[in-house]
């Protein structure tokens, strides 16, 4: 059975920034989610640098 992703959000500066999990004790930030308040038109540029 494969594992159901959960996400939550939280919210930083006006930002939504997720939070996903998918056994309840370890949980990942999206890093786009936060790249996006640097650059929204292409974010991969922020994580790429």
């Known amino acids: 059975m494969p ?3 959960v996400k939550e959000t939280i919210r930083a500066k ?3 920034i ?3 999990t998918t056994d309840f004790e370890t949980e990942f930030i ?3 989610d ?3 308040y ?3 038109d292409d974010p991969r ?3 790429q640098n």
């Open 45 to 47: 540029f922020v994580i």
């Open 18 to 20: 997720g939070i996903y």
């Open 38 to 40: 640097r650059n929204s």
């Open 3 to 5: 594992k159901k992703t």
């Open 30 to 32: 999206s890093l786009t």
């Open 14 to 16: 006006g930002i939504a």
């Open 34 to 36: 936060i790249a996006n």
